[in-house]
C-alpha cells in the first residue's frame, strides 16, 4: 500500500481527501501545521507528500525546501489557493513536483498523484551495484550522474534544484534535438499544464545561469519559434 502524507490546515479538506484516497487504496497520514509535517516527513518513508503553502507554525514553502535538503526523491504535490503564475514558479523552484490549484477535481488529484508516484519509482536506488555506465550522461564538458544526481561543468559542482535538474536530464538525454516547449512540459512536469504563464522559459533561464555562467562555451541554446536544444554552439 502507497503511503501519502498530507499537510494540510483546513478540517473538511482533510476529511475529504483522506477518505477519497483511503478508497483509492493509499494509507494517509495527517498534519494539520508545517512543523508536524516536516517531521512527519523526516522521520518516515512516503511514497508521496502532499502540502498546503498556507500553514501554520510553517508555511509549506519553507517544509518542501527543508525536506529537499533530506530527501531528493520523494514526490512533492503542491495543494493550495494560491494559484497566481508566479506562485506556480515559486512553489516548483522550492523542489515541488507538481501544483494543483483549489478548488480541484478529486479525480485529477488522483491522476497527478498516481502519475507522480510512477514517475519516481527506479530514482531512489539503494544498491551500488545499481550504478553503471548507464547513469552518466556526458556533453563536452558536462557531466550528469543520474543515480548520484549530481551535475558538474568543468570539474565543478553545480547545485540544481530537483525541477531543474529534471529539466537538464532531458536535454542532456535529447542532446542536439529541439525540443518544444510542450515537449519539454511533457517530460519534465509529466502532465499538460494550462498555466498561461512562461514556465518553460523562467526554468530553461534558471538552468543557463547556473549551467552556462562560467563557461565560455554556452550550450543551451534558443531556437526560435520552436524551442531550445541542448548543443555545443549556436551554429545549426
Not at 513536483?97 to 488522483?110: N, S
Amino acid at each position: 500500500m502507497k503511503k501519502i502524507l498530507l499537510v494540510e490546515d483546513e478540517a473538511h479538506v482533510v476529511s475529504f481527501i483522506k477518505k477519497g484516497l483511503s478508497e483509492e487504496g493509499f494509507e494517509v497520514s495527517v498534519a494539520f501545521d508545517g512543523k508536524t509535517g516536516l517531521q512527519l516527513a523526516l522521520d518516515n518513508t512516503f511514497d508521496l507528500i502532499i502540502l498546503d503553502i498556507m500553514l501554520p507554525e510553517m508555511n509549506g514553502l519553507e517544509v518542501c525546501k527543508a525536506i529537499r535538503i533530506e530527501n531528493q526523491f520523494v514526490p512533492i504535490l503542491f495543494l493550495t489557493a494560491l494559484g497566481t503564475s508566479e506562485n506556480i514558479v515559486l512553489g516548483l523552484e522550492n523542489g515541488a513536483d507538481d501544483y494543483l490549484v483549489k478548488p480541484f477535481k478529486f479525480i485529477e488529484l488522483v491522476a497527478r498523484i498516481k502519475t507522480l508516484i510512477r514517475r519516481s519509482k527506479g530514482k531512489s536506488l539503494t544498491s551500488e551495484t545499481a550504478v553503471n555506465d548507464k547513469d552518466t550522461y556526458f556533453f563536452g564538458d558536462l557531466t550528469v550522474n543520474d543515480y548520484t544526481k549530481t551535475v558538474i561543468r568543468a570539474n565543478e559542482e553545480i547545485s540544481l534544484t530537483s525541477t531543474e535538474y529534471k529539466l537538464l536530464l532531458f536535454f542532456i538525454k535529447n542532446k542536439k534535438k529541439v525540443l518544444s516547449r510542450q515537449d519539454i512540459l511533457d517530460a519534465v512536469w509529466g502532465i499538460d499544464y494550462d498555466l498561461g504563464t512562461n514556465v518553460v522559459d523562467v526554468y530553461v533561464n534558471y538552468l543557463r545561469k547556473k549551467v552556462d555562467a562560467k563557461s565560455e562555451e554556452k550550450i543551451i541554446h534558443t531556437i526560435i519559434g520552436m524551442g531550445y536544444v541542448l548543443r555545443e554552439s549556436d551554429n545549426i
